[in-house]
């Protein structure tokens, strides 16, 4: 049972590089989420989906964009990286509503923005 | 203003010495209290959640529990598998912010053999 699987692990990027970041959930849950770790900061969400087909931006959405084509998989993308962008991303995901604070989390993924 | 803070930041023990971990609040209406355990390069494990002052919740070595402006972690007996950080979450019952999770900083906690 893998959960919910992220790629890359890690990344470096130069300023103004654009990428994706993939995540892949196997539990059939409803709600998926993109958060970035930093020092100091805690976790932030960026992003989230109440279902497929639906986003809907979080605490810090700026620079990013997300879609969520599949139920199973939800995508984190940077159009032009920039430093500030430097962090530990983790896609989570949840079964209802009533349990969005039950989140079950991916391995992260860190990016370097040079 | 909404806010999660934890304390201490970083907590050293001896195998077997128990302590507890703390978790304080301000925020305009509670819809539950998450704890978590992250392990380094690791994403958060859910560990237990929590709804009303007076809940308690049981896990191993793990006892979490819950008053109107805080909650507890207490670590009975700890093993050096116990190392990690531990990180409380408040989910706010405003329905504005429904899917919003307030995170504080975690607490380090090593345990030495």
């Known amino acids: 049972n893998a959960g919910v699987t992220q790629t890359p692990k890690f990344r470096v990027l130069k300023t103004g590089q654009s990428m994706t970041l993939l995540c892949a959930q196997d539990?059939?849950?409803?709600?998926m989420y993109w958060y970035r770790q930093d020092p100091g900061m805690g976790l932030r969400l960026i992003h989230y989906s109440v279902g497929e087909g639906t986003t809907a931006k979080g605490e810090v959405p700026d620079g990013y964009n997300v879609s969520r084509l599949k139920k199973q998989n939800f995508l984190l993308g940077l159009e032009s990286a920039a430093p500030s962008q430097t962090s530990v991303y983790f896609c989570a995901s949840s079964y209802s509503p009533r349990l969005t604070g039950e989140l079950f989390f991916g391995e992260g993924s860190r990016l370097t923005v040079l | 203003e909404d806010q999660v803070t934890q304390s201490p930041e970083a907590l050293r023990l001896q195998e077997g010495e128990s302590s507890s971990l703390n978790c304080s609040y301000t925020?305009?209406?509670?819809?539950?209290l998450f704890w978590y355990r992250q392990d380094p390069g690791k994403g958060p494990e859910f560990l237990f959640t929590l709804y009303s002052a007076g809940e308690e919740k049981e896990k191993e070595r793990l006892k979490a529990t819950l008053t109107k402006k805080e909650s507890f972690l207490h670590i009975t007996a700890p093993k050096p598998e116990d190392s990690a950080t531990y990180l409380c979450?408040?989910?706010?019952?405003?329905?504005?912010?429904?899917?919003?999770?307030?995170w504080g900083l975690g607490t380090s906690l090593a345990v030495n053999p």
């Open positions: 925020v305009s209406g509670l819809r539950g």
């Open positions: 979450a408040v989910r706010l019952n405003n329905a504005g912010n429904n899917r919003k999770l307030i």
């Open positions: 539990m059939n849950h409803e709600y």
